[in-house]
């Protein structure tokens, strides 16, 4: 008995067929949203922010005036803007680094980055994350809480005329309880460095770290 192969051959040509790819959005003025659960390409935009919600799968995202949000469970590429804050929510998988100039970056529970964090006149701030990569600023604090790792090491530059802060405050950087730094602190600027007594670090190059106890630094 000969078999008909009008089952087989849909199969054999669906295979054969690539993956659907996510679709990209790109503008120009405009924010963009990616929707709880939803799968997008990469994500751009100049005068907008982005915020993916939770469980969503995306690319990379940029954009030059506005903030980037992530909500929780989320997996993403690299986060890049310009004039805006970037914020993760627990749980977030970044496949590549984090980079603002005037703005934060905070890095939520569970968090797990790819690369490096970059910025220039913002704070950053990381609990229970573990960072594959270098944080470089050159006027924001830096805070690596509770629990983080960071496989890299902690730069800070030293201002330029063009990056100069009115902000006369030294910045403070604080290594949290439990916390590991594996490469070195580099500083070509002077800040307030505090190190948790159960926190580890790399070699420490120019500032004196401050132990501490309890849950957050003193305040002077």
Known sequence: MRIRPVLI???ALALALPAFAAQDIDKVNGSITV???ETAGNLETVNGSIRIGANAKTGRAETVNGSITVAENVQAGGLETVNGSIRVAGNGTLTSGLETVNG???VDRGGKVQG?????N???GLVDTDLSGDITTMNGDVTVGVGSHVKGGIRYRKPTRQWFSFDRRDPRVIIGPNAVVD????FERKV???VHNT????AITGATAVKFDGATPPIN
């Open 104 to 106: 934060g970056v905070f």
């Open 199 to 202: 926190a580890r670090t790399g």
């Open 9 to 11: 051959l849909p199969v």
């Open 122 to 124: 913002g704070a950053v």
């Open 35 to 37: 929707e709880a659960g």
């Open 192 to 194: 307030e460095l505090y």
């Open 116 to 120: 490096s964090i970059e910025t220039v």
């Open 183 to 186: 490469g070195p602190l580099t």
